[in-house]
């Protein structure tokens, strides 16, 4: 497998812990997150923080077209010199100011942990959103994104407005070179759908302003944040089906949709 120690000698460098650079040297979350994400010939797959390539070497061959994104420069050069594909596009950039190709693709990576959750957020929110995203990221925050109430959280709501999200393994810490201090954990989101402008909006208003203080009753959040009576909060809540004594993370998704959905329209 990987030998990320060795091109390291190559570049006289160190990982980069500000990159989140923990790279993987065993075979098996490769073969596990590919599967997951079903990447056929048909497949154009944006991979994210290509790193020295242990899924990019993969990817090549399952896909119709891999574009490789790492934000180190030293990386990006020497996995495009090691790795001279025809269908490979390495691009040395930032993948949160990175602008989607049109046309159909997939995300696929094993995030820099640092910022996985900015990077999902920002590919769920394109104008052309990709067909699916699966990443490997922090075991913690992969359990926190899965959640459901009545232990939600925002970042869970945040994420299921827009896809599902399926948990498929734990990667063990000692998976990786440096070996970084946490577990990790592969996830799959499709289902991926477009919202408009003011949906999103209002979704997000409402979401926030529920969860400003978690464990305060969702009345007093709400009066709060959105500017109302407590009184005219309760019985807003109450007239959408939602005890008003509730706490914001035990509203499904479903309930905080019809909330911001009224919150449009009045
Ligand atoms: N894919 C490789 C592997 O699995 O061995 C490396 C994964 S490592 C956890 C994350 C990679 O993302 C590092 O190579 C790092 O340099 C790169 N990176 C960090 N921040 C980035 C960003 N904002 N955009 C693109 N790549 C980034």
């Known amino acids: 497998m990987n030998k990320p120690q060795k091109d390291f000698k190559i570049l006289q460098a160190q990982p980069k812990r500000s990159l989140s650079q923990n790279f993987l040297t065993d075979e098996k979350p490769v ?4 599967e997951a994400a079903g ?3 048909e497949d154009v797959v944006v991979e994210i923080g290509a790193g020295l390539g242990a899924l990019t ?7 119709g077209r891999v574009i490789a994104l790492e934000k180190d420069e030293k990386l990006a050069g020497l996995l495009a010199e090691q790795l001279k594909e025809p269908n490979l596009n390495v691009i040395a950039q930032d993948a949160l100011t990175w602008k989607p190709p049109s046309g159909k693709y997939k995300v696929v990576g094993n995030l820099p942990y640092a910022v996985a959750t900015p990077i999902v957020r920002k590919f769920l929110e ?5 067909e699916s995203i699966t990443v490997m990221l922090q075991l913690e925050v992969a359990l926190r994104i899965m959640a459901q109430p009545p232990k939600m959280n925002l970042l869970a709501a945040s994420i299921q407005f827009y896809a599902s999200p399926s948990f498929i393994a734990v990667v063990k810490r000692n998976s990786f070179w440096p070996q970084p201090n946490v577990d ?13 402008e003011t949906e999103s909006r209002s979704f997000f208003r409402v979401l926030k302003a529920g969860f400003s203080q978690p464990r305060k009753q969702l009345r007093n959040n709400i009066a709060s944040q959105l500017t109302m ?10 007239g959408h089906g939602i005890d ?3 706490r914001a993370q035990t509203l499904s998704l479903e309930e905080w949709m019809k909330l911001a959905k009224d919150l449009k329209s009045g």
């Open 229 to 238: 009576e407590r009184e005219e909060a309760g019985s807003w809540l109450s």
């Open 126 to 130: 394109e104008k052309n959103k990709p």
């Open 57 to 63: 070497k993969e990817l090549v061959r399952k896909a």
């Open 244 to 246: 008003s004594v509730r």
């Open 184 to 196: 990790s954990a592969i996830i799959f989101l499709s289902k991926i759908k477009t919202k408009t």
């Open 31 to 34: 073969r596990l997150l590919l």
């Open 39 to 41: 990447i056929t010939k």
